[in-house]
């Protein structure tokens, strides 16, 4: 094989080292009911990633939602004001999505009225690896003497 038509092959590898295609999940009940932030970045050059977010309630719904360009050290904070419903923050965007048909799913331009409730955790690179790192559950007050 001639040194022309073995460069392209021997560059294949270098060119699939700047992908990227990966995601991580918050478990809510089951595997089954979840939600999961994905980053996807298919050309090497590129600097940003693409961010989606997959609602899954399964069998009965599953949808994902391509929410917007970040940098690939992105942090996604996961709130939930309410049963069934998430926030997603992105730095100063917020996404809400529900899971009792999966479809429900906006952009919000402004903070919600009642608060965005419980931090559940954050969606961000360690070691090298996008994962959900859940938030600390606060610790129960210790019973007051004489009780």
């Not at 997959?54 to 050290?73: T, Y």
């Not at 919000?108 to 996008?130: A, H």
Request: hydrophobic share 40%.
């Amino acid at each position: 094989m001639s040194a022309k038509r073995l460069l392209p092959l021997l560059l294949f590898p270098f060119l699939l080292t700047g992908c990227i295609n990966d995601g991580a999940a918050y478990i809510i009940e089951s595997p089954q009911h979840a939600l999961s932030v994905v980053r996807e970045r298919n050309l090497f050059w590129e600097k940003d990633v693409e961010l989606a977010v997959v609602v899954s309630r399964l069998p009965d719904c599953q949808r994902k939602h391509v929410i917007q360009k970040a940098l690939p050290n992105v942090s996604v904070e996961l709130w939930q004001p309410g049963p069934g419903t998430y926030i997603f923050k992105v730095g100063r965007n917020m996404y809400v999505a529900e899971t009792r048909t999966c479809q429900g799913f906006a952009k919000m331009t402004e903070d919600p009225p009642g608060g965005f409730g419980e931090q559940l955790g954050v969606f961000s690179v360690k070691n090298n690896v996008f994962t959900f790192t859940p938030s600390p559950k606060p610790e129960a007050a210790a019973p007051s003497e004489g009780q």
